[in-house]
């Protein structure tokens, strides 16, 4: 772990001294109002471990994406790699492959987004962000075994506002531009329009071969929404969203590289460093370049010049509601989403032109939940409702593998495999929730949802030979091959036991039950225990090679979770610390083994537990100073999990051995047997500290200084725990200040995040076709940008 100098740790601490020390009275602290419990509540008040932070403040800190905002928040973790994004909480995340559900669910606005891929478009124009830790499945449904984050957007305003924000980024040359306006239309109408446009055209991770610096991206977002008061007692909010984006290259680096011959071809240190490769160094290992082919061969170049793209746009629309009854409220919420992308891998992610992989996923949902929710105050507060959601998803990969050395007996010069899934299914739930206010001091809530899913598909797989090179990004099918051709090929590429095309089905029901108890022991101190299950759907592997369709299907995932928290006020309301003691237990946890070539296995192998705490606190030091912080700690372990995949050397041991072929062998063998040990993407400490203060300059401006420090245990970014994938301890510091008058009618920001240009990745795996060389996900380092915001 790269440490900052000294000198900058001791103004660091003397700067906090400092502020420390101003002598003026402190004031109570803003209350916050969360809706995890489908109502609007302070935060104080729900017996749930969440953690909160607003739209304005990870503005305000330069943090556009979730994988971002996960630094400041305990036990939580998002990182991005090359099939799609994984959420964690509490050490549970999902698998890679495309047809899989996620272990933590998404709600904007109350509208699910169960999709990895959709954690890149939540932050336009957001009021908060709330994290749920624990299972959620009563009142948000399935797919949050894990937890929740709930994310809000900001809602048109009764008087005119608008504002103009330009924010450029130095270290990579990216310019945003956003704005909104918001006000009322008539008496009864307000709406709340807002844009934001953003490009990056210099990337972190330098791509010797095409002398470009990785990755370039534009994006483009706009939101437009309504409120609407059709009568006294009738409401509607009406949002419409649009988001649109492009990636070109990508940040990732070879870090090893084996001794080990590959059976397509050599690749080694020596090898590559005479081929001038060798650039650099990343946490003590060696790292080259990708694209280069030194044998002459298809390179897969793109017109971009680049070895990688991700490009797609999405929509998504949304009704809510509200008619306002003598009773309680009832809300019905109407939504469409939907996405379409195209992406593009240097699937060997190297020197070598052996493997480019080109995919590209459409997927629809609709959804409609009806829910009522009596008023408060009285013996019993409740909700009921129902849920109903259909959802489409189609996926296509085409796999080019080019070996003439290896093909050239066959009149081959490369092979072409072409795998699919098109999948429906019908989702529907009644849930419900009581609060039986026992006492003025101590209530009981319990609650349980019932969910019915159908799902339906069919899932397949070709291999063709290929006898001309064709540009990946315009895939065109060669000549397929026998099957007998097929099973020969297989040790090479693992195509499984040939071409297939299977019809699969899949029908589940699952109870998820909630109960807390909740006691205020005195005016500022809120304890609880709660007792909660959830689970996660049962699903298809989009990238199944085998025949068998039994190999394609998985079962659902429990969770069961033990709670007990405190929501402690402090210091006559200038301080809160809100602390959370957790055991959830997994049955059946869903997992995906990479096979070590090109393919992965998802199935139910593993019992697990999570067990650790979450403590947030802040503290209204002064009127001036404001203070936050957090620690998180898991200690995650399988408790049985024999037959994880199998790290690229142990699958090559075993096949010198003569034991088994491909990663499946080396799973079924137990050879890497993970029972005891952690997973992937789980540091087991993580802790946040921050600080916001206020000078007045002068008799009419204001200056504010942002600092937070966010610590991170080390942790393995891969499933197989790689010792060769452990990403090291860090800290990242970062730094705002914003200047303006009081009127806030405009102000000017110097944002800098990871101000000690910590060098870590997110995601690692193996070199897919070359056992013991691994790749990384590299993270940004540091960037210093300038914002100037103008409000009407």
């Known amino acids: 772990m790269k440490i900052m100098n000294n000198n900058f740790s001791r103004t660091l601490i003397a700067t906090a001294v400092v502020l420390a020390s101003s002598q003026v009275m402190s004031q109570a602290l803003e209350e916050i109002v969360v809706t995890a419990q489908k109502r609007a509540q302070s935060l104080q008040d729900v017996p749930v471990s969440i953690s909160v932070v607003t739209g304005d403040a990870l503005k305000n800190t330069g943090v556009q994406n979730l994988e971002s905002a996960s630094e400041y928040l305990p036990n939580f973790k998002v990182s991005r790699n090359a099939i799609q994004d994984t959420i964690s909480i509490r050490g549970v995340n999902s698998d890679l492959q495309a047809g899989g559900d996620q272990s933590v669910g998404i709600f904007l606005d109350g509208v699910f987004r169960g999709r990895g891929v959709q954690s890149r478009f939540t932050f336009a124009d957001m009021e908060r962000l709330e994290v749920l830790r624990g299972p959620q499945g009563t009142l948000f449904g399935k797919n949050t075994a894990a937890g929740a984050p709930n994310i809000t957007s900001k809602r048109p305003t009764r008087e005119f506002e608008a504002e ?237 593998f080019w070996a003439p050395s290896s093909l050239g007996a066959l009149g081959l010069n490369g092979l072409q495999r072409i795998h699919y899934l098109d999948q429906e299914s019908d989702t529907w739930a009644i849930f419900g929730q009581v609060t039986w206010n026992i006492s003025d001091v101590l209530r009981l809530n319990i609650g349980g949802r019932y969910t019915d899913e159908e799902k339906s598909a069919v899932q397949g797989a070709n291999l063709y030979g290929k006898v001309a090179a064709t540009q990946p990004h315009l895939p065109a099918p060669g000549t397929k091959l026998p099957d007998p051709l097929v099973g020969a090929l297989n040790p090479l590429i693992e195509m499984g036991s040939g071409a297939h095309d299977n019809e699969l089905a899949l029908a589940e029901d699952d109870f998820s039950p909630t109960a807390s108890l909740q006691w205020n022991t005195t005016d500022d101190t809120m304890l609880y225990a709660s007792f909660a299950r959830g689970f996660k759907g049962g699903g298809f592997n989009a990238f199944s090679l085998a025949g068998n369709p039994q190999d394609a299907i998985y079962d659902p995932e429990e969770a069961t979770s033990y709670e007990l928290g405190a929501k402690i006020a402090l210091l006559g309301g200038t301080a809160e610390i809100n602390v959370a003691i957790f055991h959830m237990e997994f049955a059946d946890m869903q997992t995906t083994q990479f096979t070590g070539n090109t393919g992965f296995i998802v199935g139910n192998a593993a019992e697990a537990t999570s067990q650790g705490f979450e403590l947030d606190g802040r503290w209204m030091a002064t009127k001036k100073l404001l203070l936050s912080g957090n620690v998180g700690y898991i200690n995650f372990e399988f408790d049985d999990y024999a037959g994880a995949g199998c790290t690229g050397l142990q699958i090559f041991t075993m096949q010198q051995a003569g034991l088994g072929q491909s990663g499946a062998d080396c799973s079924a063998l137990g050879i890497n047997d993970l029972s005891g040990r952690t997973n992937q993407d789980v540091p087991e400490w993580t802790a946040s500290l921050a600080a916001e203060y206020t000078q007045l300059i002068g008799d009419n401006y204001d200056l504010r200084l942002l600092v937070d420090v966010n610590y991170s245990g080390e942790y393995y970014a891969t499933a197989d725990l790689d010792e060769n994938t452990v990403q090291d301890s860090f800290v990242k510091y970062n730094a705002s200040v914003i200047f303006g008058p009081l009127s806030g009618q405009w102000d000017l920001s110097l944002i800098t995040r990871n101000l000690g240009d910590e060098q870590t990745f997110s995601y690692a795996n193996d070199v897919p076709l070359f056992p013991d060389s691994h790749l990384v996900a590299v993270e940004p380092g540091r960037t210093l940008a300038v914002r100037g915001r103008y409000r009407f």
């Not at 309680?328 to 919420?333: D, E, L, N």
């Open 164 to 400: 103009i924000s330009a924010t450029y980024e130095a270290e990579y040359d990216s310019p945003e531009i956003s704005g909104y306006v918001s006000g009322a239309l008539s008496n009864n109408v307000r709406a709340r329009a807002f844009f934001l446009t953003r490009e990056m055209k210099e990337g972190w991770t330098n791509n010797a071969y095409y002398d470009s610096d990785d990755p370039q991206s534009e994006e483009w977002t706009g939101r437009l929404s309504m409120d609407w008061d059709i009568t006294d007692n009738l409401s509607a909010v009406i949002r419409y969203e649009h988001y649109d984006f492009d990636v070109n290259g990508a940040a990732y680096e070879i870090i090893q590289t084996s001794q080990i011959p590959s059976s397509l071809a050599p690749i080694s240190t020596a090898g590559l460093a005479s081929l001038g490769l060798i650039d650099g160094q990343l946490n003590g290992k060696t790292n080259i370049g990708p694209g280069v082919d030194p044998f002459g061969g298809y390179v897969g170049e793109m017109d971009e010049g680049t070895s990688f793209f991700h490009e797609g746009d999405g929509d998504e629309a949304a009704v809510t509601f509200n008619w306002q009854l003598d009773p309680g409220t009832v809300t019905a919420i109407i939504a469409r989403s939907e996405y379409s992308f195209d992406r593009y891998n240097d699937a060997d992610f190297g020197p070598l032109a052996v493997a480019n992989l080109f995919e590209s996923e459409d997927y629809e949902q609709d959804s409609i939940e009806v829910r009522f929710s009596s008023d408060t105050g009285g013996a019993l507060d409740y909700i009921a409702g129902l849920y109903y959601q259909s959802a489409d998803l189609a996926v296509s990969g085409d796999t080019q």
